[in-house]
């Protein structure tokens, strides 16, 4: 490392300071040559006066720079604000030397014969070229900041948006040379901002530019910077980018931001489900959190995707108790401790044991008389209960009657259960016990002092079923990415949005309802699968493969949210929709329950035929 000498060390604005001090002579200088015409006859007798004013003007210009702080600026980050206080700094000594050659032109005139006084108009045309020559030197010293930066930063940005957050966001970079970014060029839909510039960095055109800009400027990293941007728009967008090979990041919308204020640090990776073109959800957090705070709550699987998230935003709204129950200990204890950690005053308990067992349940509800239960605890994996079908009845529709059962015993409050899409017109096991199990609490609900609702929907993004994970993992490998069909499609929401809205429901419920979540519009696997290759930074069928092996088992194209049989009812949050209750008849449900209970357990291998018997729209063979 190169060594700084005695003065760099421990003078370090010496050097400037001198440099400043002589530009405003020799601007002081010209000035007075400009005044006469450069004519040195009449400018001889002048320099006497002259001369005598250079120390006091080369004094007070450094004593008033470094007061007002002019060497603290850093010119390569300078604002407008800095040059105008570098011109009234400026301004201030000439005055004083004009003060003190006027005082002293009397008292020197009798010992220095022929000496002329200085023109006082020399003065304005002394201040105005002091002004240039020391702004000019800041310039410079900003130009070979900036060219030895661009020498430096070898990653070229290219920013989404040329409004407000764009133009604070490259600030914040100019700002911050640590992060090694280089603003090359802005993109804007607006035809008013095309063929402008923002801090001199040029807007090249609207989202259908982005391609061929990212090939001129040759960008690395990509940046949507339009946080009130409609979803459609940024979803749209986002895949364009998303099919260059560049890093995409972007702002989150405004009202995700704590304060409004743009900083690099929110700043964050595109996620799949920023293509998935939803419009951010809203929950009246007042209510939920009014219904949850003070209860006793218990969450069954709550070591799971869909119970652990639950876990998280229940503890946020002050329960009096939160009861984690689940078969699995591994998640479960993750989930205790870090609801432990974030919140240290929440009294949280957890318990491992399955919904099966009815004897463990009793013990459970008994200790603790939960006033609200969220049934989230099953069986998911569709293929997998394909091969398994008396153990998804065991769990799913046998583990539901048994937790119902206590909830009703217990006298609990409200009983909230996770259905999902996949109950609608069933074609698979899993998919026809959810369906039993919102027959369950639709018959409970009717006889017992417990408010029983379901609610239903679809796949969520990253959860321990979701084929995302799948496609994360195959891409790490190097590809293929298996995809069952070219044509199958699937609603997705994400596990936050997901439980907020089913905290929202359960808040508003009735007893009986079947609560449906709107999915927005479903979504291509294939173009789920593409999207992942990209923003994975590779090319999809160049990089990495997709390959189509066939539906499964119980696996179809599409998935419905609402059975035929079942109006549609709207609530106050235009996401969440009532479905219809149903009228079915108690005695011949719960006799059909308990002959599938006994064929479950002596592993009828005809079980589909006992869960048809109960579910007719459950049509295996499709």
Same mark, same amino acid.
């Given at each position: 490392?190169?060594?700084?000498?005695?003065?760099?060390?421990?003078?370090?604005?010496?050097?400037?300071?001198?440099?400043?001090?002589?530009?405003?002579?020799?601007?002081?200088?010209?000035?007075?040559?400009?005044?006469?015409?450069?004519?040195?006859?009449?400018?001889?007798?002048?320099?006497?006066?002259?001369?005598?004013?250079?120390?006091?003007?080369?004094?007070?210009?450094?004593?008033?720079?470094?007061?007002?702080?002019?060497?603290?600026?850093?010119?390569?980050?300078?604002?407008?604000?800095?040059?105008?206080?570098?011109?009234?700094?400026?301004?201030?000594?000439?005055?004083?030397?004009?003060?003190?050659?006027?005082?002293?032109?009397?008292?020197?005139?009798?010992?220095?014969?022929?000496?002329?006084?200085?023109?006082?108009?020399?003065?304005?045309?002394?201040?105005?070229?002091?002004?240039?020559?020391?702004?000019?030197?800041?310039?410079?010293?900003?130009?070979?900041?900036?060219?030895?930066?661009?020498?430096?930063?070898?990653?070229?940005?290219?920013?989404?948006?040329?409004?407000?957050?764009?133009?604070?966001?490259?600030?914040?970079?100019?700002?911050?040379?640590?992060?090694?970014?280089?603003?090359?060029?802005?993109?804007?839909?607006?035809?008013?901002?095309?063929?402008?510039?923002?801090?001199?960095?040029?807007?090249?055109?609207?989202?259908?530019?982005?391609?061929?800009?990212?090939?001129?400027?040759?960008?690395?990293?990509?940046?949507?910077?339009?946080?009130?941007?409609?979803?459609?728009?940024?979803?749209?967008?986002?895949?364009?980018?998303?099919?260059?090979?560049?890093?995409?990041?972007? $702002?989150?919308?405004?009202?995700?931001? !704590? /304060?409004?204020?743009?900083? %690099?640090?929110? @700043? &964050?990776?595109?996620? +799949?489900? *920023?293509?998935?073109?939803?419009?951010?959800?809203?929950?009246?957090?007042?209510?939920?959190?009014?219904?949850?705070?003070?209860?006793?709550?218990?969450?069954?699987?709550?070591?799971?995707?869909?119970?652990?998230?639950?876990?998280?935003?229940?503890?946020?709204?002050?329960?009096?108790?939160?009861?984690?129950?689940?078969?699995?200990?591994?998640?479960?204890?993750?989930?205790?401790?870090? $609801?432990?950690?974030?919140?240290?005053? !929440? /009294?949280?308990?957890?318990? %491992?044991?399955? @919904? &099966?067992?009815?004897? +463990?349940? *009793?013990?459970?509800?008994?200790?603790?008389?939960?006033?609200?239960?969220?049934?989230?605890?099953?069986?998911?994996?569709?293929?997998?209960?394909?091969?398994?079908?008396?153990?998804?009845?065991?769990?799913?529709?046998?583990?539901?009657?048994?937790?119902?059962?206590?909830?009703?015993?217990?006298?609990?409050?409200?009983?909230?259960?996770?259905?999902?899409?996949?109950?609608?017109?069933?074609?698979?096991?899993?998919?026809?016990?959810?369906?039993?199990?919102?027959? %369950?609490?639709?018959?409970?609900?009717?006889?017992?002092?417990?408010?029983?609702?379901?609610?239903?929907?679809?796949?969520?993004?990253?959860?321990?079923?979701?084929?995302?994970?799948?496609?994360?993992?195959?891409?790490?490998?190097?590809?293929?990415?298996?995809?069952?069909?070219?044509?199958?499609?699937?609603?997705?929401?994400?596990?936050?949005?997901?439980?907020?809205?089913?905290?929202?429901?359960?808040?508003?419920?009735?007893?009986?309802?079947?609560?449906?979540?709107?999915?927005?519009?479903?979504?291509?696997?294939?173009?789920?699968?593409?999207?992942?290759?990209?923003?994975?930074?590779?090319?999809?069928?160049?990089?990495?493969?997709?390959?189509?092996?066939?539906?499964?088992?119980?696996?179809?194209?599409?998935?419905?949210?609402?059975?035929?049989?079942?109006?549609?009812?709207?609530?106050?949050?235009?996401?969440?929709?009532?479905?219809?209750?149903?009228?079915?008849?108690?005695?011949?449900?719960?006799?059909?329950?308990?002959?599938?209970?006994?064929?479950?357990?002596?592993?009828?291998?005809?079980?589909?035929?006992?869960?048809?018997?109960?579910?007719?729209?459950?049509?295996?063979?499709?």
């Amino acid at each position: 490392m190169k060594q700084k000498n005695f003065i760099q060390t421990y003078f370090p604005n010496v050097p400037m300071m001198m440099a400043d001090a002589f530009l405003a002579i020799m601007a002081s200088f010209l000035g007075i040559c400009l005044r006469l015409d450069f004519d040195f006859d009449s400018i001889r007798p002048m320099m006497t006066h002259f001369v005598y004013g250079i120390p006091l003007l080369a004094l007070s210009v450094m004593i008033i720079f470094y007061s007002v702080g002019i060497y603290k600026i850093m010119w390569a980050y300078a604002a407008i604000n800095d040059v105008v206080k570098t011109v009234v700094a400026v301004l201030l000594p000439f005055v004083f030397q004009f003060v003190f050659q006027e005082v002293t032109y009397d008292l020197l005139k009798p010992t220095h014969r022929g000496m002329m006084k200085v023109s006082g108009w020399s003065y304005p045309l002394a201040i105005l070229l002091a002004v240039v020559f020391i702004l000019a030197l800041r310039m410079c010293i900003r130009r070979k900041s900036t060219s030895k930066s661009k020498t430096e930063k070898n990653h070229p940005v290219m920013i989404i948006g040329a409004g407000d957050a764009g133009a604070n966001l490259y600030r914040n970079f100019a700002n911050h040379p640590e992060y090694n970014y280089q603003i090359v060029c802005f993109v804007d839909d607006s035809c008013s901002k095309i063929g402008r510039q923002v801090y001199g960095i040029p807007v090249v055109g609207n989202r259908y530019a982005i391609m061929k800009a990212v090939e001129e400027y040759e960008i690395k990293t990509i940046i949507f910077a339009i946080p009130s941007c409609p979803s459609k728009d940024k979803t749209e967008i986002l895949n364009i980018c998303s099919r260059t090979k560049c890093e995409l990041k972007l $702002l989150p919308s405004i009202d995700q931001m !704590l /304060d409004g204020q743009i900083r %690099i640090s929110d @700043v &964050r990776k595109v996620e +799949l489900d *920023d293509l998935l073109g939803r419009d951010p959800i809203a929950i009246d957090v007042d209510t939920v959190a009014g219904y949850v705070e003070g209860k006793t709550i218990l969450v069954t699987g709550a070591g799971g995707s869909i119970g652990s998230e639950l876990s998280r935003q229940i503890a946020s709204h002050h329960p009096k108790q939160l009861i984690l129950f689940d078969v699995y200990e591994n998640t479960t204890y993750e989930i205790l401790q870090e $609801l432990k950690r974030t919140y240290p005053s !929440l /009294d949280v308990k957890a318990w %491992i044991g399955s @919904v &099966r067992d009815e004897v +463990l349940l *009793d013990r459970l509800f008994a200790t603790f008389q939960p006033q609200i239960v969220y049934h989230a605890a099953a069986h998911k994996h569709v293929p997998l209960m394909e091969d398994s079908p008396n153990e998804s009845v065991k769990n799913n529709v046998l583990g539901t009657l048994r937790i119902v059962r206590m909830s009703d015993h217990y006298k609990v409050n409200r009983f909230v259960l996770i259905s999902t899409d996949k109950a609608v017109n069933p074609t698979n096991i899993m998919g026809a016990t959810k369906r039993i199990c919102e027959m %369950i609490i639709q018959c409970y609900n009717q006889k017992s002092e417990t408010e029983f609702v379901a609610v239903r929907f679809g796949n969520v993004l990253g959860s321990n079923g979701s084929v995302i994970p799948l496609f994360k993992r195959q891409i790490e490998e190097g590809g293929p990415l298996t995809v069952t069909h070219r044509e199958i499609i699937r609603y997705f929401m994400t596990i936050p949005e997901a439980v907020s809205l089913v905290l929202q429901a359960g808040a508003t419920a009735k007893g009986g309802e079947i609560f449906v979540l709107d999915m927005g519009k479903p979504v291509r696997i294939i173009d789920l699968a593409e999207n992942l290759i990209r923003l994975s930074g590779f090319e999809p069928y160049k990089d990495i493969n997709i390959v189509f092996t066939g539906l499964r088992p119980g696996e179809k194209l599409y998935e419905e949210l609402l059975m035929n049989e079942e109006g549609l009812q709207s609530t106050e949050n235009k996401l969440i929709y009532i479905g219809k209750p149903i009228d079915i008849q108690e005695d011949t449900l719960f006799a059909a329950l308990e002959e599938l209970d006994r064929a479950a357990n002596r592993e009828d291998p005809d079980i589909r035929a006992y869960v048809q018997k109960i579910v007719p729209t459950y049509h295996p063979n499709c």
